[in-house]
């Protein structure tokens, strides 16, 4: 069975990424979900709070699902970290054989050109792209740059495929998003207002206790 895996700053954990992984997990049929909070992350402004907080909420956050896993790879490391190096440390340490599954949103998909060395990509681990039901990727995929058109008419295939094959494919699954953002909460937090039902109560509850996000 493929494992999954789903980067971000995770500034802080909450609902939409969870849910996101929870239904990857039904839908592509995963054994597991790698959760890989970024440490310097390349594409964007440096995280809000430190990698030991940002990692120990996506710990509190997934303690109750066993499918979920905290990996720390990227957070000891100190210079930028790209996507294609942390695939080539999984595919070294889980095998050649292991069918990986990179797991991102319809958005992030569009953008994928711009990732370090892209199209190592997709000889290192398939790509599961979650999309709005009704707003697909098959309709948007024309705004891409030609490149990425071409892999995605290649390579687009069946949730099958993803244990029949280590790496290669692209998967779109319909996935409804919660209108929830790491920004809306730190927005949240910093005007004093309530960030319950966005996120676990108890990644809640940490932010408080350590006074995390009280200026934007
Ligand atoms: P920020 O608001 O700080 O930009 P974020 O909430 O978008 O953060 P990230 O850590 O950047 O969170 O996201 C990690 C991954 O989770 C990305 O692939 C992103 O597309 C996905 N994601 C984030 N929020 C949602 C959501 N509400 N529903 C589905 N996927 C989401």
Partial sequence: MPVGILGGT??????GH????????????????????????????????????????VQLAIADQPAFVLDGREIQRTTPC?????????????GAAQPLCLLMGGDAFLQLHSW?????????????????????????????????QSHYQQRLCAVEALSQQ?????????????????????SRVAENRSIRYLLPNAVADYIHQHHLYTTC
């Fill in 10 to 15: 995770f500034d802080p954990i909450h609902y």
């Fill in 18 to 57: 969870l849910r996101l992984a929870e239904e990857m997990l039904e839908l592509a049929r995963l054994r597991q979900i790698r959760f890989i909070p970024a440490g310097t992350p390349p594409h964007r402004d440096l995280p809000q709070v430190s990698a030991v907080h940002r990692s120990a909420m």
């Fill in 82 to 94: 790209y996507t294609v190096d942390t695939l080539r440390e999984l595919r070294a340490e889980l």
């Fill in 116 to 148: 370090h060395e892209w199209e190592q990509l997709f000889e290192l681990a398939h790509i599961v792209v979650g999309y709005r039901p009704g707003f697909t990727l098959e309709e948007r995929i024309h705004t891409a740059m030609p490149q990425l």
């Fill in 166 to 186: 280590p790496a290669g494919g692209i998967v779109e699954l319909a996935i409804p998003k919660l209108e929830i953002s790491a920004t809306l909460i730190r």
